[in-house]
């Protein structure tokens, strides 16, 4: 017992002496991981700093201002603009006549060449007029949403070239509403090995996808609309569709630029995150196991849309209910699933 003891003792010594030679920084190190990046609260500051345009209006120009700010914090500087011009038009609440600009901010955090493309969402009443046409367009090997295709994404586009993102490590496509449409339209293409956009072999892919009270552009004539380069589980983008709730006389309803979602056009495939408040946890619902539409889709399509716009597609909302909380996830019921492969409304 005493050889045992005097044994102990001995490597009871030597442990402390062990402890005493670490830093107490050392032990701080391993008691505690570093916090995770909020890649989605990125995403959405730089979603809103797009609206700095002069038809978005002063409310929303101030805010776009503090997004700016926030993300400057955060290690990024706005490198690129894209814009096009497409004469006047009224503004988005219909009360002045102003210049209508569509464009697209390129940020780049240049310590690890992080970038943040985000595509400005509808300003004015032309942009609200080209979002609510539910026409089609067969364009870029895909059936997409017309107005959107050719009156918005094309002409932005086509301002574009693969060097801008040549020299980023990691590119992120996200937008609000329209933008997040274009976001959307945007991260397919450009991982399409099809090409369409003539980008060339060696382009950058889109890696993650971040589209908040988003569009939906694709037609469920087309029965799937995965990423391509797979650079996730089963061709799914990394990142989600982010959609607000409130509760009205009793029954959740959800954003109503979901409308189109709850008719004939879906989403890329990638997660989903519902929003119901500051104080509310997001809940994310994964994508599909198997290669097809998100496997939300159904869920989605079910949900009542709000009978307004406002409050709930107010991009200041996104950016705060979204915040730093972390998300709570949601499995599906079989029924909010739908059937697993197949096209139309009840696809994936």
């Not at 505690?32 to 002069?54: I, T």
């Not at 988003?214 to 982010?242: K, L």
Request: aromatic content about 10%; glycine content about 10%; hydrophobic content about 35%.
């Amino acid at each position: 017992r005493n050889g045992i003891g005097r044994a102990m003792r001995r490597l009871w010594a030597s442990s402390s002496a062990a402890r005493r030679a670490c830093s107490s920084s050392d032990f701080r190190s391993f008691s505690s991981s570093p916090p995770r990046e909020p890649k989605d609260l990125h995403a959405a500051w730089a979603s809103l700093a797009a609206y700095d345009s002069d038809a978005a209006g002063r409310f929303l120009n101030d805010k776009a201002a503090k997004a700016a700010l926030s993300l400057q914090g955060a290690g990024y500087e706005r490198v690129s603009t894209f814009e096009v011009y497409n004469g006047k038009s009224m503004s988005f609440d219909d009360t002045v006549e102003v210049d209508e600009y569509d464009a697209a901010h390129l940020w780049l955090r240049e310590a690890d060449g992080r970038a943040i493309l985000a595509f400005r969402g509808s300003d004015t009443q032309k942009n609200l007029e080209n979002v609510r046409c539910s026409a089609t367009c067969s364009m870029y090997g895909h059936q997409l949403h017309a107005a959107v295709a050719e009156g918005e994404f094309a002409p932005l586009v086509a301002k574009m070239a693969a060097g801008d993102f040549s020299g980023v490590t990691s590119l992120v496509a996200t937008g609000h509403s329209l933008g997040g449409g274009c976001a959307s339209m945007l991260a397919v293409l450009m991982n399409d090995k099809a090409d369409p956009l003539s980008f060339g072999a060696g382009r950058k892919k889109v890696d993650e996808l971040y589209g908040f009270g988003a569009t939906p552009v694709f037609h469920n004539s087309e029965p799937e609309t995965p990423n391509e380069y797979g650079c996730h589980d089963r061709g799914a983008f990394p990142g989600a569709i982010y959609r607000t709730l409130r509760e009205v006389g009793g029954v959740e309803v959800q954003d109503r630029a979901f409308n189109l979602a709850t008719q004939n056009f879906h989403y890329p495939k990638t997660g989903l995150v519902s929003l119901r408040s500051a104080k509310s946890a997001p809940v994310a619902y994964q994508s599909s196991s198997v290669q097809g539409a998100p496997r939300w889709r159904r869920m989605v399509h079910d949900t009542p849309l709000d009978d307004e716009l406002f409050p709930l597609h107010n991009p200041v909302n996104y950016v705060n209910w979204l915040g730093t909380q972390k998300k709570r996830l949601q499995v599906l019921t079989a029924v909010q699933e739908g059937p697993r492969y197949g096209p139309g409304e009840d696809g994936g």
